[in-house]
């Protein structure tokens, strides 16, 4: 199968990679919605990741969203691993014409991706909801900065919010329309570390026009039936191992 995949990004120069939470688990990013995530919310604060996530939870006890948020969403020591670093290498190769992420810790870019569509945002970026201020990751997780745990413009005072898709907010349209296209326009999907079940994202793959669709995870999925290749392994060891200049 290692083969097969080594043979498919050989013979192409217009592939596109989809990935979601799977690609982030392998740097140590644990997945929120996963069953340790999910017993972590409810027995500290008595909801599921989803709720303390939502926006009108953000809204409405700003104070405890931010306390889960930087506990769990925030992972700043968290480095690129095989995956990244495999596909940023597709990209220099002239191989890879874009990444489409759910995740939001901004791991691709750090890698060297240039072409990256965040579907959900990104933790590295915040902004004062009053004024409209930019702060970085660095600013808002420093106490010095915050009341309590809710983090202040110093300009004006107002609440920073970080710029991740929230559950109840609808995705960025600049964000969707470039991954619908890089997709719709690909002659090969590689798809990897997602279980395709949250939506709206995981309908993207139904814009997927190409010659070769490729699935990379651990576990089946309902779109397996629909790949040319399936490969249930690390999505970092498959494409650190199939990713050769």
Do not use: W
């Not at 140590?28 to 939870?57: C, K, T, V, W």
């Not at 409405?60 to 925030?74: A, C, G, L, Q, S």
């Amino acid at each position: 199968m290692y083969e097969e995949l080594k043979e498919i990004i050989r013979n192409s120069d217009n592939i596109v990679f989809f990935g979601g939470a799977g690609v982030s688990t392998e740097s140590n990013i644990p997945d929120f919605r996963s069953e340790a995530g999910l017993y972590n919310a409810q027995q500290s604060y008595g909801m599921s990741p989803e709720q303390m996530i939502s926006h009108s939870f953000f809204m409405r006890d700003t104070e405890t969203f931010f306390d889960y948020y930087k506990n769990n969403m925030v992972y700043q020591e968290a480095e690129p691993n095989a995956a990244h670093i495999a596909l940023a290498k597709l990209e220099e190769m002239g191989k890879l014409k874009a990444v489409v992420t759910q995740n939001i810790d901004g791991l691709h870019q750090k890698a060297g991706s240039k072409v990256v569509y965040e579907l959900h945002g990104s933790i590295l970026r915040n902004n004062c909801m009053d004024c409209g201020a930019y702060f970085d990751l660095d600013y808002i997780m420093d106490p010095a900065h915050c009341d309590g745990h809710i983090p202040k413009c110093e300009k004006c005072g107002g609440i920073i919010k970080p710029d991740v898709v929230l559950y109840e907010e609808a995705l960025d349209d600049v964000q969707i329309s470039g991954a619908v296209d890089a997709i719709r326009n690909a002659d090969v999907l590689i798809i990897g570390g997602t279980s395709l079940v949250v939506y709206p994202a995981a309908g993207f793959i139904n814009y997927f026009k190409g010659s070769k669709l490729v699935l990379i995870n651990k576990s089946s999925t309902a779109f397996d039936g629909r790949a040319n290749l399936v490969i249930n392994d690390s999505i970092g060891k498959v494409l650190g191992e199939a990713v050769t200049e």
